[in-house]
């Protein structure tokens, strides 16, 4: 449907029809074609690539930054609510996905099979796998299983718990149609697992980290979400409830951001992980799982980003700024560049700028940190392309802020600020350019961002009272569909065959009262979001 | 052999016979048994765990945070010199390892081999492998031909060079006799590869690797090493040229803490990395590449721990310290923890404590970061738990400083510091314990270690001139043993088969001037560290 969020003024209007020839080449238009759009916009900023083996990607530096950034957000997120890292093996035996039934349901069918642990040399000069294994060797969709195991071995009584434990790693899940970042058969993510005494605790955990998953997604990607619970039929299989937080793309579908599952009893019955309470006696640990994964940075792409390309929220982005000098003659490089270097040594500090120096002597980008904690960094273009070729560059990369000088500006004392979400362009006195201005800046980008894609989200929420007023708005990609619903498994597989839609989540805040379930008309107090979904 | 380099006063003396009694418990003494000892250390400090998987180890918490930290550094010193990030395929084609005729007797033998894409029901309710794959798929156990086949797709002219690329990621070797960190199937690693346009260029990049992970052992984990340059048959197969640095750990063997490899063209030619050049003629592209793994963590155990556990460098301390209460009776409570919390709130800042108080409401073991960019915490220990566990429970763990109040303490206003490296008990007004107090102690006792740890390495690296002397010297683990010696595999083949030394390195750091081979007589201008090696 290729919705529009943005009333931008083109950045590259001024360098007239070789930049229109050179964006024409590389990012179709959303509402010419959405999902053609997605992927030119994640191969003109070189974020992943397709791999010699079918359905993994490449996570290019771009691509990888972005993971690394949100990584480092989470993990601070994760430890201030008291949880700490691990690291579980990548293999699992294959007898661990039998021991609870409804997990083998969900994952027996998709995974990676290590049979062998070698290879030999055959007769022409070939290779073939050698050494059968007794016990076939599973590469882990989910860590469950093997988390289940050992929290056995580890809790004892009461006193062990609560066991909160998170890991980042890679997980496969054998995919037919893969699409980059959003589904491929290997993918990074990270999985908690926590243990506890009660359920009370496990159920406060399990929300405690949806919100942590809510706050992160609204305060660090700018993404705003809705938070609920999954029906019977979208849950996890093997676990009690699982919640989850719903984003909206710019082509009106839905797109499940993180889930947080209370697995009730159902693994440390499985795994026997068993303590003795307070009260002397052998209870059964109630766990929890959690996980968000590189399809984050899917989301991201299609909250943000526009027709020139990718947009990252000046938070996250890892280059925060691009310092470009701009000049046309030769005698007009040094002057340029030496008015570069002063704005740098402003931004980031003369010792970061000279540490950087002897560090990548000879590098045509220099990139110096902006900020000793956050890991962003800023960085002087000293390349010596065309300035059009330096637009796109750092356009298509979604690069927050760009910084050009040109001689005229040296004379002034001055440079020209671009701001990458909304094309502003504001004219910046050098000596204004202090590193509490580049703080601001993030600040008042950052809501910026979030309140556009918060516009865009309750515009694109409807509400219906009927089904026919149901099916039609999923079959226009509306967006969210509100509506009374009763839960049914039944209802909400005829609903998912004729629309595609699915409830995305009986979402927390409710409008409270009642109303007809619009597929059943029974009575019910329950609202709910349908949505097409990624 | 037991060497023991300290002569600490064991801090735990003043808890007398409980104390020493539990001690006897859990680990033994370097002395009595070395190999024992260092599993005893990882087992009471919970650094890991074996697993339900043959060869593959969990990495517990105090043991992964070691790791986690060790990874924030690396990576800085990375970036710092212009690197980026990217993740690559776990899977491997098989036909990949065939392209590179040394790379594949390097690795084809001990590589685990996924043949099926899921698994399917048997009539016994059992599971069995479905989906055999055309071509098998083997999980890496490094990644220099997956980065081969994409950088062909990369590297197009000179202008796309260098490529500076490193990756975190988990990679496996299957191995008959494993031991914790040292030598598991899968392990954890980062893996740099770079590309350039000159063999210079090249080996320039391989030798700045080199010293940053010199640096980095030297500065991080005050652990010394030796940096040189392998032997022929100790260098990596597929290098030109393979350099390391070397490290000495307690029982008188070495440790290989890190290698660069200059690639030469050896890779290019196999996967068709050409670009056009600067003269407008094709050129193979010169690669290296460079990796250190979780075995730097079985390097930092045995360079600093004692006979009492662990001990972690302050740089590095992922707890940094331990804020703990001791009291006998009830009503001393109170007043003993509202110090504790004065003194938490002096170190780490009272706003960041109470962030903590509010995110881990009702934990026994608060923590609270120290500094907002080094993710260093202090923990504040409000268990129910006898004075002498705790002691147990912070020494073992390798916490470099615990702050210890009783009532006495508060009423005169102080508290007692104890250095777990030296086993130092300093009595401290909680007006002086500041942060800047704080980061002066880390600064003393990282500088103290490293001290210690590098006369320990000086005092065990002998010289020898005559073949019977080397052969008793590696007999008698005496360390690092220098000498002349003309290199040879020969010579190098019989020397492991007889004393199971081998040339750990040709150090850079050379006397000058030549001397005879001990082994062949012949005149030599090299002299040799031989040592038997982990």
Same mark, same amino acid.
């Not at 000046?314 to 570069?340: M, S």
């Given at each position: 449907?290729?919705?529009?969020?943005?009333?931008?003024?083109?950045?590259?209007?001024?360098?007239?029809?070789?930049?229109?020839?050179?964006?024409?080449?590389?990012?179709?238009?959303?509402?010419?074609?959405?999902?053609?759009?997605?992927?030119?916009?994640?191969?003109?900023?070189?974020?992943?690539?397709?791999?010699?083996?079918?359905?993994?990607?490449?996570?290019?530096?771009?691509?990888?930054?972005?993971?690394?950034?949100?990584?480092?957000?989470?993990?601070?997120?994760?430890?201030?609510?008291?949880?700490?890292?691990?690291?579980?093996?990548?293999?699992?035996?294959?007898?661990?996905?039998?021991?609870?039934?409804?997990?083998?349901?969900?994952?027996?069918?998709?995974?990676?099979?290590?049979?062998?642990?070698?290879?030999?040399?055959?007769?022409?000069?070939?290779?073939?796998?050698?050494?059968?294994?007794?016990?076939?060797?599973?590469?882990?969709?989910?860590?469950?299983?093997?988390?289940?195991?050992?929290?056995?071995?580890?809790?004892?009584?009461?006193?062990?718990?609560?066991?909160?434990?998170?890991?980042?790693?890679?997980?496969?899940?054998?995919?037919?149609?893969?699409?980059?970042?959003?589904?491929?058969?290997?993918?990074?993510?990270?999985?908690?697992?926590?243990?506890?005494?009660?359920?009370?605790?496990?159920?406060?955990?399990?929300?405690?980290?949806?919100?942590?998953?809510?706050?992160?997604?609204?305060?660090?990607?700018?993404?705003?979400?809705?938070?609920?619970?999954?029906?019977?039929?979208?849950?996890?299989?093997?676990?009690?409830?699982?919640?989850?937080?719903?984003?909206?793309?710019?082509?009106?579908?839905?797109?499940?951001?993180?889930?947080?599952?209370?697995?009730?009893?159902?693994?440390?019955?499985?795994?026997?992980?068993?303590?003795?309470?307070?009260?002397?006696?052998?209870?059964?640990?109630?766990?929890?799982?959690?996980?968000?994964?590189?399809?984050?940075?899917?989301?991201?792409?299609?909250?943000?980003?526009?027709?020139?390309?990718?947009?990252?929220?000046?938070?996250?982005?890892?280059?925060?700024?691009?310092?470009?000098?701009?000049?046309?003659?030769?005698?007009?490089?040094?002057?340029?560049?030496?008015?570069?270097?002063?704005?740098?040594?402003?931004?980031?500090?003369?010792?970061?700028?000279?540490?950087?120096?002897?560090?990548?002597?000879?590098?045509?980008?220099?990139?110096?940190?902006?900020?000793?904690?956050?890991?962003? $960094?800023?960085?002087? @273009?000293? =390349? /010596?392309?065309?300035? *059009? !070729?330096?637009?796109? %560059?750092? #356009?298509? &990369?979604?690069?927050?802020?760009?910084?050009?000088?040109?001689?005229?500006?040296?004379?002034?004392?001055?440079?020209?600020?671009?701001?990458?979400?909304?094309?502003?362009?504001?004219?910046?006195?050098?000596?204004?350019?202090?590193?509490?201005?580049?703080?601001?800046?993030?600040?008042?980008?950052?809501?910026?961002?979030? $309140?556009?894609?918060? @516009?865009? =989200? /309750?515009?694109?929420? *409807? !509400?219906?009272?009927? %089904?026919? #007023?149901? &099916?039609?708005?999923?079959?226009?990609?509306?967006?969210?569909?509100?509506?009374?619903?009763?839960?049914?498994?039944?209802?909400?597989?005829?609903?998912?065959?004729?629309?595609?839609?699915?409830?995305?989540?009986?979402?927390?805040?409710?409008?409270?009262?009642?109303?007809?379930?619009?597929?059943?008309?029974?009575?019910?107090?329950?609202?709910?979001?349908?949505?097409?979904?990624?």
């Amino acid at each position: 449907m290729g919705a529009s969020p943005s009333d931008r003024v083109g950045g590259g209007a001024c360098w007239g029809v070789e930049a229109a020839a050179l964006m024409a080449r590389n990012i179709v238009t959303r509402s010419s074609n959405y999902n053609e759009w997605y992927l030119d916009v994640i191969k003109a900023a070189q974020m992943a690539d397709y791999s010699p083996v079918k359905g993994c990607m490449v996570i290019r530096p771009t691509g990888y930054a972005v993971w690394e950034a949100m990584q480092r957000d989470l993990d601070r997120r994760f430890k201030e609510t008291g949880h700490v890292n691990a690291y579980f093996p990548l293999l699992i035996p294959m007898s661990f996905l039998q021991k609870e039934a409804d997990h083998v349901e969900g994952f027996a069918m998709e995974v990676a099979v290590v049979t062998h642990s070698g290879l030999e040399k055959t007769a022409d000069g070939g290779l073939r796998p050698k050494g059968e294994l007794a016990e076939p060797l599973l590469i882990r969709p989910t860590s469950e299983t093997l988390f289940g195991a050992m929290y056995s071995q580890w809790v004892q009584s009461y006193r062990d718990l609560p066991l909160l434990i998170n890991q980042w790693a890679n997980v496969m899940r054998w995919e037919m149609r893969t699409r980059l970042f959003l589904r491929t058969a290997e993918f990074l993510w990270q999985e908690g697992h926590t243990a506890h005494e009660t359920y009370q605790e496990a159920q406060d955990e399990t929300l405690r980290m949806l919100d942590v998953y809510a706050e992160f997604a609204e305060e660090f990607l700018a993404v705003p979400v809705v938070k609920g619970r999954k029906t019977a039929s979208e849950k996890f299989p093997g676990a009690d409830t699982t919640y989850c937080i719903e984003a909206l793309m710019q082509d009106g579908k839905a797109l499940q951001a993180g889930t947080s599952h209370n697995l009730g009893t159902n693994f440390s019955k499985a795994f026997d992980i068993k303590f003795l309470g307070r009260d002397n006696q052998q209870h059964l640990a109630v766990t929890t799982s959690w996980g968000v994964s590189t399809r984050l940075i899917g989301a991201l792409i299609m909250t943000h980003s526009d027709d020139e390309g990718l947009v990252l929220p000046p938070r996250l982005a890892p280059t925060l700024g691009a310092v470009v000098p701009i000049y046309r003659k030769e005698e007009e490089k040094a002057g340029v560049v030496d008015f570069c270097r002063k704005l740098m040594a402003q931004l980031c500090g003369a010792e970061r700028l000279a540490s950087a120096d002897a560090r990548q002597a000879g590098r045509e980008l220099l990139s110096v940190f902006s900020d000793a904690s956050s890991n962003q $960094a800023v960085v002087l @273009d000293l =390349r /010596d392309d065309r300035p *059009v !070729e330096k637009h796109f %560059y750092w #356009e298509q &990369r979604g690069v927050p802020f760009r910084f050009e000088i040109g001689p005229r500006d040296v004379e002034k004392g001055s440079f020209v600020l671009k701001i990458r979400y909304s094309g502003e362009k504001r004219f910046v006195n050098l000596s204004e350019a202090t590193p509490e201005w580049l703080a601001g800046l993030v600040v008042e980008v950052q809501k910026a961002m979030l $309140a556009r894609a918060t @516009d865009f =989200r /309750d515009s694109h929420t *409807v !509400e219906v009272s009927s %089904y026919d #007023e149901l &099916r039609q708005a999923l079959q226009e990609r509306r967006g969210f569909v509100r509506c009374w619903f009763k839960e049914s498994a039944e209802a909400e597989a005829k609903i998912k065959e004729e629309t595609k839609g699915t409830v995305r989540c009986v979402p927390f805040a409710q409008a409270g009262g009642s109303g007809k379930c619009v597929f059943s008309g029974e009575e019910t107090s329950e609202q709910v979001l349908f949505s097409v979904a990624y």
